[in-house]
């Protein structure tokens, strides 16, 4: 059974950090991509960032600059460093994994909230 495990979500001032983090299990094709998507009250959900197999990377440009994703292949796990949190930010952050067989996972989403 699939399983992402989400955590490291909450409230935080404007300025601070929060990291979250994913650990994927039950995965048994090889995972291309792990990332992070938002979605904040009434918008649509969108890619903040995301980390190939290979290490590249595609960040949103809201966040460049502020937001560093990083993977642990060995622990099929992905982490999404958020510093100078702004209030836009807050929304639920979803963990997404894409294998190269083409399925796709998600996690349940975790909530960051910043308030100002």
């Known amino acids: 059974q699939v399983q992402l495990v989400e955590s490291g979500g909450g409230l935080v001032q404007a300025g601070g950090s929060l990291r979250l983090s994913c650990a994927a299990s039950?995965?048994?094709?090889?995972?291309?991509?792990m990332g992070w998507y938002r979605q904040a009250p009434g918008k649509q959900r969108e890619l903040v960032a995301r980390?190939?197999?290979?290490?590249?990377?595609n960040y949103v440009d809201s966040v460049k600059g502020r937001f560093t994703i990083s993977r642990d292949n060995a622990k099929n796990t992905v982490y999404l460093q958020m510093n100078s949190l702004k209030p836009e930010d807050t929304a639920v952050y979803y963990c997404?994994?894409?294998?190269?067989?083409?399925?796709?996972?998600w996690g349940q989403g975790t909530q960051v909230t910043v308030s100002s």
């Open positions: 980390i190939f197999s290979g290490g590249s990377t």
């Open positions: 997404h994994v894409g294998t190269a067989r083409g399925y796709n996972y």
């Open positions: 039950g995965i048994i094709f090889s995972i291309n991509v």
